[in-house]
């Protein structure tokens, strides 16, 4: 069974902190897909990441696809209470059509 | 915009109930998927659906089983609702290998 580690699992700030989310497989992914989720809806898709290496950038938001396309992280500038939220990592495993997700980190900005 | 309709926000039934969670995409998607979603846990495939009539087990099929007679349309069904399927439930559509978009979740209480 693929796994999809993600941490840390809770992670509770000040507004203006940095803040890194990380997500680490011993499998190689084709892609790399990272969702927000927010209370009371579904998860909604943030950035894909699909080259080793490859580095996206959203607004404060900072994506990063390792070299060998088996970890990612997702780097928050000077985080905002809206950034809070639950983040999902998710792979799209090499030989397979379906993502694997890892646990999620529960994210809460404090103002 | 792609939309995941799920039929139920919020659904309570009692153990031994044959439960159905609807789930229609209005985007000729060919891939359906069932996940339910734990804390600490994050997303576990549950089903899912490349074609119509068409469907695989997921990591966690047991205590499951899906039904997809139209392409838009994929239920989850619990035969004999136990309490352990108590649990957010989400459905998500994707076009080939791609982006998945979800529903709201249902939250299923079995008493």
């Known amino acids: 069974t693929q796994l999809l580690e993600q941490s840390p699992q809770f992670l509770s700030i000040q507004e203006g902190e940095n803040l890194t989310v990380y997500c680490n497989s011993s499998?190689?992914?084709?892609?790399l897909q990272w969702y927000r989720q927010e209370p009371g809806e579904g998860p909604v898709l943030l950035v894909t990441?699909?080259?080793?290496?490859e580095v996206k950038k959203l607004k404060r938001l900072t994506f990063q696809f390792g070299d060998a396309r088996k970890d990612s992280s997702l780097h928050i500038t000077a985080a905002q209470p809206g950034d809070t939220g639950l983040y999902l990592c998710?792979?799209?495993?090499?030989?397979?059509?379906?993502?694997?997700f890892g646990q999620g980190t529960e994210l809460s900005v404090k103002p | 915009d792609v939309k995941v309709t799920q039929s139920s926000r919020y659904l309570v039934k009692r153990t031994g109930e044959k439960v159905f969670l609807e789930c229609v995409q209005d985007?000729?998607?060919?891939?359906m998927f069932w996940y339910r979603q734990d804390p600490g846990l994050g997303l576990r495939l549950i089903y899912f659906s490349y074609d119509v009539k068409m469907k695989e087990k997921g990591d966690i099929p047991e205590g499951y089983s899906v039904s997809r007679e139209k392409k838009e349309r994929f239920s989850l069904i619990l035969e004999s609702a136990s309490t352990n399927q108590t649990s957010m439930y989400l459905c998500?559509?994707?076009f080939g290998g791609g982006t998945q978009h979800f529903g709201d979740g249902t939250r299923l209480s079995i008493l």
């Open positions: 499998s190689v992914f084709s892609s």
């Open positions: 998500a559509s994707s």
């Open positions: 990441v699909v080259t080793g290496g």
């Open positions: 985007m000729d998607h060919e891939n």
């Open positions: 998710a792979g799209d495993w090499i030989q397979g059509g379906k993502l694997i």
